[in-house]
């Protein structure tokens, strides 16, 4: 097994060889925001020619790229707003996204339960748009199930209230190693990536933004990077920054909570992603994965100061569970059969008198007063697209023209087989693991997982789904620095592997705290952190 190649690792040689690297030269562009938007558009920038640097200020993907519904998908409910344009370049992404990482974009079937043949035929209308829109092979073309095709693939589900349904192409990701992987693809082509750099100030010369200056979290030391051009990508802190630029700048964003619930797969046996209906005619998603399913998500707009890790409140938590009694023949689940959850916040781009769940997820890009470049909404399918739109503004910034559009070209990890079953057998096979593991692993590291098995195939916890590897890993490509980021960002334990997740803190952060250097105090420190952070998403059950 070779050493992973440094080439793509967000880990750097030291802490301040990249801060001196950072300040000692002067950069085409420089981005604020290491979730998916950031991420995307250092990618398409680095492949484009430009020397590039981005910052972030927590944890790659800490904020909403690691919030979502774990879902490549086109928005098919938009197509009921009129929004055909947004569905149809989202719809086509989700080929692109798969091309890149067939491990991070798992076609899946999306199961759409009909309470008669009326309503049947009317989804399926509405699905063959969606599939003509999105351009979809025939050979993904959607199903229609009778209850004898529903005994056999989605045996839960409550036949006597949904005899039909209509199963269509979906795709499955993992929202932030989908950031990771795309971060680690530009900095295989010159890109330069610093987490826990929040950005304090822009830097003006002659009236326009000229950089940033950040401070370091780790070394508390402050650096100022210089570019010809400044996006603007941190999501629900957009207007934040923009009022470094413009101190009077206009409110634009209308920001939206989303949360999602975890339970047993036990508990709520589905095999496929199934759609379900709220009485406020919303839809919710029931998302099975491993041995956990989650459902989510929630809509609804957010005042509060929590923007990192906003608060699950029991309204959000009853919203979530009250449909699964009418589509799914199993106990009805409660509070206590909520093991994990997690919630984010959309950056809407706000319109006038509409409610979080009416407004587009259409990103808008706009230049402020000193020329900084910010973007805002869009839909995590679309990061591609997203970048594309920002990259002309850049270049107009800049006054030259770039090369061309990189393509879908395989990202880390993504240069496998799109059958993921059967890359998992093999590693399985090959490597005398479980079947569950080998497909837990796959589906986080695609072709990497090797090379993640031979830096420690042992599980953490007797019996469990973490491997020793996956720590050396963590710390040393992808750039993890603290016991948070490995156990949500980097392994997702947090959220499916939740049998294991208590277990697990305190050998993963002997094995981190080993890497890193940690002392005693400091080691407890994380633990403490991290436990505190798990009894926070199910606070609403002291509350009850």
């Given amino acids: 097994m070779s050493e992973p190649a440094p080439s793509t690792s967000l880990t750097p040689s030291s802490r301040s060889a990249l801060l001196v690297g950072l300040e000692g030269e002067r950069f085409d562009l420089v981005i604020i925001g290491g979730g998916i938007t950031g991420a995307g558009v250092a990618r398409d920038a680095a492949r484009r020619g430009l020397r590039v640097a981005l910052v972030e200020k927590d944890d790659f993907a800490a904020g909403t790229s690691s919030r979502s519904s774990k879902l490549i998908h086109g ?43 009326a309503s049947l035929m009317k989804v399926r209308a509405g699905i063959g748009t969606y599939e003509k829109l999105g351009a979809v092979d025939d050979a993904d073309r959607h199903l229609s199930w009778d209850q004898g095709d529903l005994a056999e693939e989605e045996p839960s589900l409550r036949r006597d209230e949904y005899p039909w349904a209509c199963a269509y192409r979906e795709y499955m990701t993992d929202d932030a190693r989908l950031v990771l992987a795309v971060l680690r693809d ?94 406020d005619k919303r839809s919710v998603f029931v998302l099975p994965r491993g041995d956990a399913v989650a459902i989510g998500t929630t809509d609804t707009s957010y005042q509060g100061k929590q923007l990192l890790w906003p608060e699950i409140d029991q309204a959000d938590v009853e919203y979530l569970l009250q449909p699964l009694k009418r589509y799914f023949d199993v106990e009805p689940l409660g509070f206590d059969d909520v093991v994990a959850a997690w919630s984010g916040v959309r950056p809407l781009v706000a319109q006038q008198g509409k409610e979080a769940t009416e407004i587009s997820r259409k990103e808008e890009v706009w230049v402020g007063s000193g020329g900084m470049i910010t973007v ?31 393509g879908p070209d395989p990202i880390p990890g993504g240069n496998l087989s799109s059958d993921l079953d059967a890359c998992a057998a093999s590693v399985a096979a090959a490597e005398g693991l479980e079947r569950p593991l080998a497909d837990r692993l796959v589906r986080l590291y695609g072709d990497e997982t090797n090379q993640v098995l031979a830096l420690g195939h042992q599980p953490i916890v007797p019996s469990g789904r973490v491997v020793a590897g996956e720590v050396v890993w963590a710390v040393k490509v992808d750039g993890a620095l ?51 952070r798990f009894d926070s998403e199910l606070k609403f059950k002291a509350d009850a």
Avoid at 95 to 111: D, K, N, Y
């Fill in 376 to 406: 805002a909404g869009g839909k995590l399918t679309g990061f591609r697209t997203m970048a594309m739109t920002v990259l002309d503004c850049v270049a107009e910034r800049l006054g030259r023209s770039l090369g061309p559009n990189p």
């Fill in 75 to 117: 928005g098919l409910r938009y197509l009921a707003t009129g929004e055909v344009g947004l569905v149809r370049e989202t719809a086509r992404e989700r080929q692109s996204v798969h091309q890149m990482a067939p491990h991070l974009a798992e076609p899946c079937w999306m199961v759409v339960p009909a309470r008669n043949r």
């Fill in 482 to 532: 603290t016991l948070e980021d490995l156990v949500y960002r980097r392994t997702r334990a947090a959220w499916y592997t939740p049998a294991e997740r208590d277990d697990l803190v305190v050998p993963a952060a002997l094995l981190m705290g080993d890497l890193l250097g940690w002392d005693e105090n400091r080691t407890i420190s994380e633990i403490d952190a991290v436990r505190d």
């Fill in 186 to 279: 530009a900095v295989g082509v010159g890109a330069i990536v610093a987490s826990r750099l929040p950005v304090v100030d822009v830097i003006w010369e002659d009236g326009q933004v000229d950089g940033v200056a950040a401070a370091c979290e780790v070394s508390g030391d402050r650096v100022e990077i210089r570019a010809e051009a400044v996006v603007n990508a941190a999501g629900p802190w957009v207007e934040h920054l923009a009022r470094f630029e413009q101190e009077a700048a206009t409110d634009r964003l209308h920001p939206s909570k989303g949360v999602h619930v975890v339970v047993d797969a036990a508990r709520l046996p589905v095999r496929n992603l199934v759609i379900m209906s709220t009485p």
